[in-house]
């Protein structure tokens, strides 16, 4: 991180890839280490929840969304739903996306992400990840 004091935001594949160790894990975990500059939209929350409770279960999600819980939680207002309507038309982003980008965006904060949906926008951190090719005899 370029300045130790900047306000960041972790995408739901951030949080992933850290909790899980994935292949992106040593690319996010500047970004947990001071914890008190993470803001955490409650849509990532949602989503954290969601994933894990699909691919473990109901408890690890729990505990999962308690470590967000040591960053700074943001609920969604009525100024970052209008900045994400705003964001989304602009960027052609989902609903989600535009809510995770417009929090970090009401919070003057980075956002750092290996969502390809957020690629080249600005104040973002993007990470490239290498997507598996299936072959045709793989389908």
Same mark, same amino acid.
């Given at each position: 991180?370029?300045?130790?004091?900047?306000?960041?935001?972790?995408?739901?594949?951030?949080?992933?890839?850290?909790?899980?160790? %994935?292949?992106?894990?040593?690319?996010?975990?500047?970004?947990?280490?001071?914890?008190?500059?993470?803001?955490?939209?409650? +849509?990532?929350?949602?989503?954290?929840?969601?994933?894990?409770?699909?691919?473990?279960?109901?408890?690890?999600?729990?505990?999962?969304?308690?470590?967000?819980?040591? %960053?700074?939680?943001?609920?969604?207002?009525?100024?970052?739903?209008?900045?994400?309507?705003?964001?989304?038309?602009?960027?052609?982003?989902?609903?989600?996306?535009?809510?995770?980008?417009? +929090?970090?965006?009401? +919070?003057?904060?980075?956002?750092?992400?290996?969502?390809?949906?957020?690629?080249?926008?600005?104040?973002?951190?993007?990470?490239?990840?290498?997507?598996?090719?299936?072959?045709?005899?793989?389908?």
């Amino acid at each position: 991180m370029n300045n130790p004091l900047q306000k960041i935001v972790v995408d739901t594949c951030g949080w992933i890839e850290w909790l899980t160790n %994935g292949v992106l894990c040593d690319q996010y975990v500047p970004y947990f280490e001071e914890m008190t500059l993470v803001i955490v939209p409650t +849509s990532v929350q949602f989503e954290l929840y969601k994933w894990v409770c699909r691919v473990k279960n109901k408890q690890m999600a729990l505990e999962a969304v308690a470590l967000t819980k040591q %960053g700074m939680v943001q609920p969604l207002s009525t100024s970052i739903a209008l900045l994400a309507a705003d964001v989304c038309a602009e960027y052609k982003l989902s609903f989600a996306d535009a809510i995770i980008y417009a +929090s970090a965006q009401n +919070s003057q904060a980075i956002l750092v992400t290996s969502d390809d949906h957020f690629e080249g926008l600005p104040d973002v951190v993007y990470f490239f990840e290498e997507k598996p090719v299936i072959t045709e005899a793989q389908k």
